[in-house]
């Protein structure tokens, strides 16, 4: 299964750092990333494959809202259909 991951709050040393490790200590394969700051405000939106993860879904999306509370940002995690649903103009 696919999903968008999204991460926005205050600029800080280590936020992409601190996602990553929580994603590979899930066994969540990263495969698009980007980011940007905007006037101080970090964001980013990574699409990642969690067909190998190692948890259900909601606990990885509490495991990565948890990390994201450790950097001071607001990270959610949204299955892809779903996000491309909700996106769809």
């Known amino acids: 299964m696919k999903a968008v991951l999204t991460v926005v709050g205050s600029d800080s040393v ?3 750092a601190e996602v990553a490790l929580t994603c590979a200590k899930l066994e969540i394969n990263i495969e698009e990333v ?3 700051i905007l006037a101080g405000t ?9 067909s ?3 948890v259900e ?3 990885a999306q509490k495991e990565l809202a948890e990390a994201g509370e450790r ?5 959610k995690m949204t299955r892809r259909e779903l996000y ?3 996106h769809r103009i």
């Open 14 to 16: 280590g936020i992409l």
């Open 71 to 75: 950097k001071g940002v607001e990270v």
């Open 84 to 86: 491309d649903k909700m």
């Open 34 to 36: 980007t980011q940007s």
């Open 52 to 54: 190998s993860c190692t």
């Open 42 to 50: 970090f964001a980013m939106i990574m699409v990642v494959d969690l």
């Open 57 to 59: 879904f909601e606990t």
